[in-house]
């Protein structure tokens, strides 16, 4: 495991830890085998292809998608729900259209879809939270209507560390014959995701916040939905003919895959994958909510704490964020840190919500499994010591 | 006082509970926005300058406690100040922040805050009325 020097690293939800098998992939690839895939004519170029496809096929198993054609490497989280945005988008959208999000999606999730919008004259609709953070059901159920094309959700708020009940919203949106795009970033090292039961047209993920490398991520979309779809970058590996006046394309998931891909990243993601299955997301769950009841209990237990989202037990996966009286986030983070804590504070890449809790600013706490009780602890004790420094 | 506590400390504090030149001017010549773009914090800064002179300067927003006791003391360093002079004041607080030598006696309250350049993150946070100042000059210079 990368082993963070003194500090209680609790800042997952940015970027998690990878173990050490990881980290041997990685190096292997660029220690000893560091050749291109699918155009090299020698045996060392074919092995390296077939563990990159490979993991095509891992990833596709692991995530119920029905073909490894479905599967499509990216940069990671922000690199797929724009591919969806600028090729699915572009395509489908008209001034009559309307696109859903939630008022808290993270910015990757939502400034491509306000943009899209704009390009197209697609009209963007905001659907906001019950008062403890939950996705307001009703509030979508009279958004949807045969207007509405997407609706872009994430499966897990950076923010407030709840599920959103994806299967429903995929439910009430397929009614209307529009698709359902999930932000799966936050939840993918929280809990399973199967593509089939949770009704997803689409979905992306990135490698480096479920202990994977960064740099690489996955876009699965729906094999007719991809057919219809244009690439959007040209070059090299996505094309099938090319003379001076026309171009043909290879199928999806080649043709949204241009240039040398990420190699190194795509077998590291593979490794990451064995890690969790090793592991099992039923182990993943229940430590994760030792560590989160402790986190909760300990925070509630400090007056001052104002804590977002879910109030009651086992709704927080792995983020919990709050705010320390009225001290600015950044007091509270700086303290934290001269404690040796790391937690990330500002607006998390979610302005929208910000302004619906009214706030510029929360501290975040986030853990993963292997986060340890005294790492827990030293948060606790150090969010004790802040109102006696800034007072 | 370990480095924390001498970040802040009581008169960094006082200046942020209770921060002078709080409030838009009656009149002015200038008015600059800045938002630090890591927690959505905004600034304006307004000043009225008359004869290259600030003869009145304030600010308003939300902010952490090292933006807001800077901007009070930057406010209060400043007033009525020659416009050739504040160039060298602005310079001056950067050149402490940096850790570069710098002139401690014209600086008044703000010495307090010496030891930023340990909080390499919040240096930004220190420096944002700073940059709306200077974004002032740039105006009165053009
Ligand atoms: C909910 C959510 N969506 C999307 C992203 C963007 O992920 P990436 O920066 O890996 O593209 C993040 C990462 O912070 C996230 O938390």
Redesign the interface.
Known sequence: MTKYKKIAYLDNAATTPVPKSVIETINNYYGCRKVSVHRGMYDLAGEVTRDYEHVREQVAQWIGASKSTEVIFTSGTTDGLNLVANSYGTTNLTDQDQIIVSIFEHHSNFVPWQQIAKKTGATLKVVGTTPDGQLDLNELEHLISSKTKIVALSMMSNVLGNLVPVKEVADLIHRQNGILVVDAAQSVAHVPINVQSLGADFLAFSAHKMFGPTGVGVLFGKEQLLKGMPPIQYGGEMVDQVDLKHTSFQNAPIKFEAGTPNIAGVLGLGTAIDYIQDVGYQTIEQREQVLMDRLLSGLRAIKSVKIYGPQVDNQHFGVVSFNVGDYHAHDVATILNSEGVAVRAGHLCAEPLMNQLGVSSVVRASVTFETTLSEIKCLIDAVRKVEDILK | M????Q??QKII?EHANHPNGFGVLESYTHQVELRNV????SFQVFALVEERQIKKISFVG?????SKASASMMIDSIHGTKIENIQKQVENFQNMILNKPFDENSLGDLVAFKSLNQ?P??VR?GMLPWHALIQILEEINE
């Open positions: 370990n480095n924390v506590q970040l802040y504090l890591e927690c959505g914090d939300e902010g952490c406690i090292i909080f993150t919040r946070c």
